[in-house]
């Protein structure tokens, strides 16, 4: 009898040629070193678990009968594997308890290796022991090891990207969206990997009906190889380093961080320092001369914000300054200038700052016809010439409404969007038209003491508040 090498034994072996290679090249990466190599580990066991239907359909079964209970596939090492690879890229070292978490994957492996050694006769007798018995225990302990460690590394990377909004201002340089993609996908092995085992227990499928399941695990381990070797060298901030802000800010002195916090934002404008696309916490603390502690503290407290939307506020802000004032690049390219790294990260910025897209930027909110004619309408519209008018009135409190729920760009006083959630400010005041406000009063009443009284007052009134209104603070 010969070995046949049919389209089931082909696919899953030219699949596992592929895993094979890329396992090794992980392994001799040196940047995140442990993970990588703990990924490789995963991958070569991923390799073993389907092993048995390569062999299996090309024959060797048949013509080998002794290879019963070849101990390659562990499937009980996966899940623990999978939760070693989230530790040791978000946290760069194993948990202290990794042996433990390895030792059911172990046991099974042992089990497997004795059950091997058996002679042939014994062997035989025992396959029909172990597939009536044992084999439905070990398929319920790959069930619930899937859930336990899949739902452990979720929480754990939740975590890690909450505190990785506080020290950079763009995710999507480093790896933990690439992890959220991965535990996905094995959270989908895991439901089909639970089901059909529980399936073929109740009605057994066979070895035919079985393909597609370790067809499924060949594709969610070639995801996982050629998705981990292009992120193999990203750049993942230790699990101590995002969360070290943290420390020491019950002990620093009291301060006001609200005016500390405005101080440094002005100085950070106006430095541009919000262009470095690499720009994270520790640089920027050092670039002010503070620590990344006080800086954190006066970021959440003093403007009730994390780094990443403070910094990406303020690049926001550029890319809308700059298409109001005409510049005639793409978008994109404004955003790049401004320090974002990619499209996706400026999108997904620009809608968390903004409430609408960039794409739905050129939307006004304007004034109906019988005011068209004002200085700030015709100054407005000559900026957008292209945009469409998704709101017309001429009540400013809802103009601003409708800027608040994301409708478009309204040209308002700059008292009244100053300080408002949702509304940001894209032009300095000086580069708008001035509004004069006039006081109208019948030539003879303007002297009557009471009348004066109000005219002083209301001067006086707008006087003070000159700066307010003139947009200045």
């Known amino acids: 009898m010969n070995l046949v090498l049919g389209w089931r034994s082909a696919s899953l072996l030219v699949a596992a040629a592929i895993l094979l290679c890329l396992a090794a090249a992980l392994a001799t990466n040196l940047r ?27 024959g060797a079964y048949d013509q080998w009968p002794w290879l019963t209970f070849l101990p390659v596939a562990v499937p009980l090492l996966v899940p623990a594997l999978l939760r070693l690879y989230v530790e040791a890229l978000l946290k760069g070292a194993l948990p202290r308890h990794w042996r433990v978490m390895l030792l059911p994957g172990l046991i099974e492996f042992g089990f497997q290796a004795i059950s091997f050694c058996l002679p042939l006769d014994l062997k035989n007798r025992w396959a029909e022991v172990v597939g009536a018995t044992i084999a439905p225990l070990f398929a319920l302990a790959l069930i619930a090891s899937f859930a336990l460690h899949i739902a452990r590394s979720a929480a754990m990377l939740r975590q890690y990207r909450a505190g990785l909004a506080n020290v950079t201002g763009d995710e999507g340089r480093f790896a933990a969206r690439w992890l959220t993609q991965a535990l996905l996908a094995f959270a989908l092995l895991w439901i089909s990997w639970g089901g059909v085992l529980l399936w073929d227990w109740v009605s057994p499928l066979g070895y035919k009906g079985l393909m597609w399941l370790y067809l499924l695990i060949a594709t969610v381990a070639l995801f996982l190889a050629i998705e981990g070797w292009r992120h193999a060298n990203d750049p993942f901030p230790s699990w101590d380093t995002v969360f070290a802000t943290d420390a020491g800010l019950a002990r620093s002195p009291r301060r006001d961080w609200a005016q500390q916090a405005e101080d440094w934002a002005r100085r950070i404008e106006t430095a541009g320092w919000a262009t470095d696309p690499d720009l994270d916490l520790a640089r920027l603390a050092r670039l002010l001369g503070t620590n990344t502690g006080y800086l954190s503290r006066a970021l959440n407290e003093g403007l009730g914000v994390n780094f990443s939307a403070f910094v990406n506020g303020l690049r926001c802000k550029a890319v809308m300054a700059a298409m109001a004032a005409g510049d005639s690049r793409d978008v994109l390219t404004i955003a790049l200038d401004a320090g974002f790294s990619s499209k996706a990260s400026f999108n997904r910025a620009f809608l968390a700052c903004t409430g609408t897209t960039p794409s739905a930027e050129h939307s006004l909110v304007t004034v109906l016809g019988d005011q068209s004619h004002l ?17 017309r009135t001429n009540n400013r409190n809802g103009m601003l409404a409708a800027v608040q729920a994301g409708l478009g760009v309204a040209c308002l006083p700059c008292f009244m969007g100053d300080g408002l959630s949702g509304v940001i400010r894209l032009t300095d005041p000086a580069d708008m038209p001035p509004r004069e406000v006039w006081l109208g009063v019948h030539e003879d009443l303007r002297h009557m003491p009471r009348i004066r009284a109000v005219i002083e007052a209301l001067d006086e009134g707008f006087a003070a508040m000159q700066g307010r209104l003139a947009g200045l603070g």
């Open 375 to 391: 200085a700030e309408t015709r100054w407005l519209e000559d900026r957008f010439p292209r945009a469409r008018r998704t709101v």
């Open 32 to 58: 995140n070193r442990l993970a990588n190599r703990v990924l490789g580990a995963l991958i070569v066991t991923l390799v073993g678990v389907f092993t048995p239907w390569l062999i299996g359909f090309a």
